[in-house]
């Protein structure tokens, strides 16, 4: 399983920036999509999940509806959608694969190398 995670970058505050996370080969419909991100010094922190078969989304609480989750089941692509970036939502974005839903990284087997996100005040 390969999951190539892109679209980080330098923004400001307030800006918007959409992620991808795309998997070679076919992702079944029993399968879960995740995103998590580590911010500098912390644990990886769940951020979002989608669940491939219903389009189900679920979001950490401190969201507070900035972010979106959404998949292209033609593409084996997964997306977040990031609105309303804040100084502290800075950290590496990771994109993983596991075959049930859950907040912990454990949860998850599979894994994208993780893309960066750096928002400047």
């Known amino acids: 399983v390969q999951l190539q995670a892109s679209g980080g970058g330098l923004v400001q505050a307030g800006d918007s920036l959409r992620l991808s996370c795309a998997k070679s080969?076919?992702?079944?419909?029993?399968?879960?999509m995740g995103w998590f991100r580590q911010l500098p010094g912390k644990e990886r922190e769940f951020v979002a999940a989608?669940?491939?078969?219903?389009?189900?989304?679920y979001y950490a609480d401190f969201l507070e509806g900035r972010f979106t989750i959404s998949r292209d089941n033609a593409k084996n692509t997964v997306y977040l959608q990031m609105n309303s970036l804040k100084p502290e939502d800075t950290a590496v974005y990771y994109c993983a694969q596991g075959v049930s839903l859950g907040t912990l990284p454990r949860s998850y087997n599979s894994w994208g190398q993780g893309t960066l996100v750096t928002v400047s005040s």
């Open positions: 080969g076919r992702i079944f419909s029993s399968h879960v």
């Open positions: 989608i669940r491939w078969s219903t389009g189900a989304a």
